[in-house]
Each structure stands twice: as C-alpha cells, then as structure tokens.
C-alpha cells in the first residue's frame, strides 16, 4: 500500500498498530508510530490509543507511558491500555495507581479494565480490595462479563477462598475458556482432584476445547494426588486436541513422576524429551530425589541446576538436606558452601498475611512487627497446648536457629486479630517445611481454627489436625 503511494489513514494505522501488538516487535512498533506522526492523524485519539496499545503490546511502557501522557485526549480504550500494559508487566502499585486515576477522572471503564486490575489484586493476595473491585463491578453492571468473571474466580482461589470462586463461576451468565481454565486451575491448586476431571468433562460438554492451560492444569491435578495413569492419558490427549506439550508440561509429568517415587523412570523421561528442560523439570527431579532419598539423582539434578546458572536458595538447601539425609555430610557441608559462595540468602522465606486492609509481612524468626511480643506469647501458649497433645517440635536441622518460621509468625498474628469462625490466611512464597506442617496440624486441631496456608506449590487447608494435601506436597 505505501508503495503504490496510498496514505495511511485513522483506520490503516491501527489495523497494522494491532498486528504489530500481536508480533510483538519493538522495532517495528517504533517504525509505525514515526511513520503516524509524519500524517495528518498524528493526534487522533484513535491512532494514538493504537499506538499505546502496540507499544505496551510490545513490552515498551515507557513509550507507552509518554504517549498517554501526551495524548491531548484520552478514551476508556486508552486507559485500560496502559492498565493492561502495566499489570502484564508486574507492575502492581502502577496500576493500582492509574485505575484510581481513571476512578477519579470519571473515565467510564470497562470489563477489560476491572479483570487487569482484578488479576492484580489475585497475584498479589489483597482480598479485601479484590473484593472492593467486585463490588464496584456489579455497581458498574460489569460483573456478568466473563473477563471480570474468570479474574474473579482466580482472585478468590488464590486467596485461599475457594467457595467464593465456585459461586462466582456458577453465577456467571456467559463462559469463556478462560472461565473454565480458571476454576480448573483454582480446584487443582486447592487439591479438588475429583472436581477437576468433573469440570474438565463438563467444559468439553459446553463445547470448549481444551488448550495449553488446560492441559497444564490437568497434569498438575494428577501430580497434586499422584495418579500417574491419569497423568499419562492426559499426557498423551495432549496431540489429539492439537496441543503441542510445552516445557511446564514436561516438568509437570517429571513432578508426578517424581512423587510416585518413579525416580529413574522420570530422568529416563527427561532425557528422551524432544525439548531443552527449563529449570522446573530439573527442580521437580531434585525434590522428588529428596522425598525419595535417593542422593545420586538429586546430585545429578542439582548438578544441571547449577550448569543452567539457578539461583534459587530453594534448590541448594534441597541438595544439602539430600545429601544430610543420606548421611554424605562431607558433600552436605559443600553445598551449603557453594550457596554461601554464591551469596544466596539461606531462607528467603517470606509469608503475609493481610489484616485491616493492611499487608503484614514475616521472615524467619522476625521480631520487627508492632505486635510482635503478643505474637510469640501466642505462639508459646499454644505451643504448650500443642506439645501435650503430642506434637514433638524438631529441634535439629531446619530450626537450629530460629524457633519459629515466617508462616507460624502470620499464623500467631492470625490468631490475635482474624475473628474467631473465620478462617486464617497466610501465603508463602517457599514451601512449607515438614516440622511447620506438623505443627500446623497439631495448632488447627488445639485451637478450633482453620488455617489457609498457600506456599510455593499449592493450598493447604488446615482443620482439625488434618490437611488438605494429604501430606503429599
Ligand atoms: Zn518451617
Ligand atoms: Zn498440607
């Protein structure tokens, strides 16, 4: 078209401006949006809410950022742009920011709009705002779009609120794939296997065909209950619905693999895939290798983790307790060298828990918090409860040297100040150890609570000395 010499116009720009948002090619988003401003719409609200499309499309938020700001005016399409933009990004408090904005300057959002900044509040466990933004949306008649509707069913799962995805999900009028995918997901971390396969069997019914997602949900399910044929006949559905397994695939049947205690059969799977193993195929080797106490492997799979250059503490204290564990202390002593060496923290371990709209963070052993007195009282007291019912604290290893992980800090603030009847709910972003797990346990069981507790993998649901996981994790 511009070698026969025909202008691009208000409609040409941003019909190309989409595709290249689709390819996502920085150069070529550059490329158009100087070729823009060289026409008379170089100031169209339309041509210029494109280019910020593409741009934020493209990874470009700062190109992205200065058209907003210098757009002379803007329309809803234009701010849920930038929104989208920035929450793809992982840049939480900007949009948290810009959606206030919007709010304030009357701008009519739309449902693209609300599930951005709902997916927001889902990655990052803010509740009670989540909750805020679904009230606004039903007050803006947006709640019965399945965009809003799929945000919302993840935003409660993650926050540990699984009843409220359910009802959300059955409430909602019109179902996307990515509805379906959502509440797949929100039963498959929450450890509802049977659901999961009822859900899969209904979607198919509803006429949706399953895609990546869905798949990488399935495995996960059979992983989370270690059904290793299910996960094989799922596996191997994979190319009948035309879904090319992808790396997290791979590393999903590696962990259900893993978990049945089929250790060489899982590297023998590593090794005949058709793929690179990324990182998590090796690390659900690793921990596998661990659960099984078999050193070799995890020296094996520890062994590719630091040739991929990992730096993830997570796997080094893995490989030291694997090695502890199978009395090789020399080697045991060696990698908690290396780990050391390469100035990795030894535990990371961070858990919140939000209260009064207020997010309230934990490390390991932290005495920082306002409360924190009254927070060790509770823990002690209870303890006592929990020590005469039989619980035997683990006073090697893992807790030498701090008498409480950041979980049983939360946990302890939870006590204090989440109203008797409902449930406490904590987020990890490493998994819970087994000495917590028990405790955990034998705290539900002395104190009537019910204890929600997310880490790394899944959710656990603590009630009356039992967990949801099945001590499987
Ligand atoms: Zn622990
Ligand atoms: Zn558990």
Redesign the pocket.
Known sequence: MLLARVPPNHHSIPSVARVVGFLSDPSLARSLHGLSLKTPFATDVFVLTSVLDMYAKCSLLKEAQKVFVEMPERNVVSWSALICGYADAGLHSSVLHLFRSALHDGVEVNDCTFSSVIRVCAETTMLGLGALLHGLAIKFNLDSSPFVGSALVSLYSKCGILDSSYKVFNEMPERNLSAWNSVLIASAQHGNIGTVFNLFEAMQAAGFQPNYVTFLCLLTACSHAGLLDEGKRYFSLMPVYGVEPGPEHYAAMVDLLGRVGRISEALFFIQSMPIEPIESVWGALLTASRIHKDANTAAFAAQKLFEMGSRSPGMHMLLAGTYRAAGRHLEAAQARKAMRDSGLRKDAGLSWLEAGGVIHTFASGDQRHGRSVEIYRVLEEVGKRMEAAGYEPDTSGVHRNVRYHSERLAIGLGLLVVPEGVPIRVMKNIR?CNDC?TA??YLTKCTGRVVV?R?LN?????ENGT???????
């Open positions: 819970v797990h955990i346990k507790l880490d899944r959710f656990h649901r603590f967990c949801s996981c099945g001590d499987f994790w």
